[in-house]
């Protein structure tokens, strides 16, 4: 069973939006700290985005290449973590993977399978 699944990716024009989400199963959620990861062709992975577990609530930490524009949330009830995209640009495209972190033991991590978002005219 995956643990970790992406969904909404797609196709979107530079200036666009978008939000993809991260449906977590058999996870304590709220315990663990969450990140967006993303993998363009011919780049290496970039940590995008961090979200913190319940002992580091408001906790939130974006690279620079997307702060202002995006912005990573997650809902704990839902176990359900979401990464809303704005004024995107096509270096953006990239398939992005959800990464699930234990809040007291950086080994026990789990990671999705990817959503891919392409950014094109």
């Known amino acids: 069973q995956d643990q970790l699944v992406e969904s909404g990716g797609g196709l979107v024009q530079p200036g666009g939006s978008l939000t993809i989400s991260c449906q977590a199963s058999?996870?304590?959620?709220?315990?663990?700290?969450m990140n967006w990861y993303r993998k363009a062709p011919g780049k290496s992975r970039e940590l995008v985005a961090s979200i913190g577990d319940i002992s580091r609530d408001g906790f939130r930490e974006d690279a620079d290449s997307v702060k202002g524009r995006f912005t990573i949330s997650r809902n704990n009830a839902r176990n359900t973590l979401y990464l809303q995209m704005n004024s995107l640009k096509p270096e953006d495209t990239a398939v992005y993977y959800c990464?699930?972190?234990?809040?007291?033991?950086?080994?026990?991590?789990?990671w999705g399978r990817g959503t891919q978002v392409t950014v094109s005219s």
């Open positions: 058999a996870l304590s959620f709220q315990y663990y700290t």
């Open positions: 990464n699930a972190v234990w809040f007291t033991d950086s080994s026990r991590n789990y």
